[in-house]
Nanobody, 114 residues
Framework: VQLQASGGGLVQPGGSLRLSCAASGSTFSDNTMGWYRQAPENERELVAFIASGGNTYYQDSVKGRFTISRDNAKNTVYLQMTNLKPEDTAVYYC?????????WGKGTQVTVSS
């Protein structure tokens, strides 16, 4: 599986962004997919995941603000982020859940700043 995250950028506090992760590989629809992030000097952390059947999980700090979704026909998983806060600033990555080390891509930078 190859994963390519995109959609990051610079946004003001309270703003929104939509991240996309395009996956190659015929088994995408069978996998639980996750979004992770790593802020400077912090460990990489799980933000949210979505199971093949659609069940979702969110880290407490993003509940009510972020929404994860997937389009199996397009082999793509999304992360809609609203009401962004400076503490959401990080490089965001997608991977399976649990993560597989060889699937990590470059990620996409999200910067929340006024």
């Amino acid at each position: 599986v190859q994963l390519q995250a995109s959609g990051g950028g610079l946004v003001q506090p309270g703003g929104s962004l939509r991240l996309s992760c395009a996956a190659s590989g015929s088994t995408f629809s069978d996998n639980t997919m996750g979004w992770y992030r790593q802020a400077p000097e912090n460990e990489r952390e799980l933000v949210a995941f979505i199971a093949s059947g659609g069940n979702t999980y969110y880290q407490d700090s993003v509940k009510g603000r972020f929404t994860i979704s997937r389009d199996n026909a397009k082999n793509t998983v999304y992360l809609q982020m609203t009401n962004l806060k400076p503490e959401d600033t990080a490089v965001y990555y997608c991977n399976t859940f649990p993560a597989v080390s060889r699937y990590w891509g470059k990620g996409t930078q999200v910067t929340v700043s006024s």
